[in-house]
Each structure stands twice: as C-alpha cells, then as structure tokens.
C-alpha cells in the first residue's frame, strides 16, 4: 500500500472525528476528541509530507493531556508555544505555510485556560482557520473541505453554546 494512500485514510478518519468535534460544547470532551484528532492527523501528515504539522499536533497532543490532568498554567502555555516555535524553526523550511500549524496550535493553547467553552471553541475556530489555509496550500483536498465543514459545525457550536448561556459568553 503506498503511503499518500495511507496517509489519505488517516485523513478523512481525522477528518470524520474534526467534524464531530464541531458540535461538542465542553471543554473535556473536546480534548479527549482532540487528542485522538491529532494521533491520526500525524500519522497522515507524517505519510504526506507535512513535517510542521506532525509536529504541532503532538505538541497539542502533549499540551492537551497535561491540561485534562492539571490545570494548565500561563507558564505552561507560555512554554508550549516557545517549544512549538523552536521546534517548528527548527525542522521546517521557514516558509510562512510551516509557521501555519504553529498558530493554530497557539490560539487553542492561549484558549485553553479559559473557564469559558466559547472561548475554548472560539480557539478552535482560529485554529480551523489556520489548518484550513494549511492544507489548501498544501493541495490536500479533502482535508481542506473537511476544514470547511468543521468551520461550519464549530459555528453551530458557538451557536448552541450561546442560546444555552445565560450568563455572558465572554
């Protein structure tokens, strides 16, 4: 079996599990969906060539077990988003498509902490947003509908949360 095929079926399994992650509202359920996401999108991206994103999903991967068991700190955010920087300059050609995955993962790191689950699913939208242009650059169609699906279900998301809310969202 060739590996761009490989990679493909991981994708749309990523994909599938993307989607669904849409329509979670609560933070705990969306990190445990989160971190079966990010498994098999880097074995997808590790099949297809995209070194920048293998490597901000198992820094999200780690971020995101840490933050299920523990609280996660401004030091600990503030970690992450150096060691995901130096990492990615470090095995990325510096293109301004390798920095792509890196900021995705910093809008869900810096929206992580928050009480809030529209905050938390307003990071996952950035977050979406990055990926969505990542793999429209990257030519990788079928993720990139799946992004826009995401995109969509997030939205519903953000929507179920508010008319749910009673308090302010922010």
Known sequence: ?????????????????MVIIG???????ILW???VQFILF?????????????????????????????????????????FQGVFTFVTTDNRWI???PFLAATFITLSIRSKKDIIIKLGCIG????????DFFLRNWIVFAFDCFSLVTS?????????TTDESPL
């Open 98 to 100: 390798d920095w792509l």
């Open 42 to 82: 880097s074995i997808s991206y590790a099949c297809l060539g995209g070194m920048a994103a293998v490597v901000s999903n198992i820094v999200s991967l780690v971020r995101n077990l840490i933050c299920i068991k523990w609280n996660l700190t401004l030091h600990l955010q503030l970690l992450f988003i150096a």
């Open 1 to 17: 079996m060739n590996l761009i095929l490989v990679g493909r079926i991981f994708s749309v399994l990523a994909c599938i599990l």
């Open 127 to 134: 977050s979406i947003l990055c990926f969505g242009t990542y």
């Open 23 to 29: 329509y979670l509202k609560h933070k705990r359920t």
């Open 155 to 163: 939205l519903i998301g953000v929507y179920r949360i508010l008319r």
């Open 33 to 35: 969906a989160q971190n």
